[in-house]
């Protein structure tokens, strides 16, 4: 009888590991290559200027099928926005001004095993 439940339990437990791990293979995951991240101006911005606010653009690829999140950190704030990748594992995310002279540092976040890991970053000076 002791046999029986043990087997039964032994059993159950092999099932429910098997879902699992059938699972998390199927999961989608970040890209195994090192995505890229840029920033790109506008045609009409040739510079920044300490008294304007002059739109940028974060862009990059090779961040396979997980959301991105991108931190900003700026003289002034930091800021963040998400994007899913598209089907090729591009992000371009538009919502970004520049708010004052100074160095910007920017990082791109993906989850990947329940964690958020830092996948990606650049920089530059207004």
């Not at 029986?4 to 159950?12: C, G, I, N, T, Y």
């Not at 840029?38 to 911005?45: E, N």
């Not at 995310?93 to 095993?113: D, K, M, P, R, V």
């Amino acid at each position: 009888m002791k046999v029986r439940r043990l087997a039964k339990a032994v059993s159950l437990v092999l099932a429910v590991s098997a879902v699992f791990a059938s699972a998390a293979a199927y999961a989608a995951k970040p890209s195994s290559s090192s995505p890229s991240l840029f920033v790109q101006w506008p045609q009409t911005a040739t510079t920044t200027s300490a008294s304007s606010s002059t739109p940028y653009v974060v862009a990059g690829c090779g961040y396979g099928s997980e959301g991105v999140t991108i931190v900003v950190h700026s003289p002034t704030a930091t800021s963040f926005a998400g994007q899913m990748p598209d089907a090729n594992g591009c992000i371009s995310l538009s919502n970004f001004y520049t708010t004052g002279s100074g160095h910007y540092s920017i990082e791109a976040y993906q989850q990947s095993h329940s964690k958020w890991a830092l996948v990606a970053s650049t920089s530059f000076d207004a």
